[in-house]
């Protein structure tokens, strides 16, 4: 369990790390910058390979949402983040009697949950 979390924690990394390199990336773009744009899209190109690979070994598939993603809770066993989110809205458990990595998960969900609705 405790080796799962710390590829969790390595994808969030890359994931940041991917983030700001888009943005050095666009930038590059926009100062006609030939040379840093195509280092950042190299540099981009490796995170998302390596962010693959470490889905790929947690079991997570890409596309898979958050929201698909199991945890464990010690008194109500294995749940999904959705199923979590509803136990969370119907008042059977609170927030802050839950792990910090799975009230990070459970946070990144809320929020996946928010923006597929403003989607729809």
Do not use: C, H
Request: no cysteine; hydrophobic share 40%; net charge positive.
């Amino acid at each position: 369990m405790r080796a799962e979390k710390d590829v969790r924690l390595r994808i969030d990394l890359l994931e940041g790390q991917s983030s700001l390199l888009a943005k050095m990336a666009t930038k590059a773009m926009k100062e006609r910058n030939d040379e840093a744009f195509s280092q950042y899209s190299e540099k981009l190109a490796i995170n998302k390979a390596r962010i693959e690979e470490l889905m790929w070994v947690t079991g997570l598939k890409t596309g898979q949402t958050v929201l698909d993603t199991k945890v464990v809770l010690d008194s109500n066993g294995s749940k999904t983040i959705r199923e979590v989110l509803d136990m969370l809205k119907e008042g059977q458990l609170r927030i802050d009697s839950l792990p910090s990595d799975i009230q990070a998960m459970v946070r990144k969900g809320a929020l996946e949950l928010k923006n597929a609705a403003g989607k729809a």
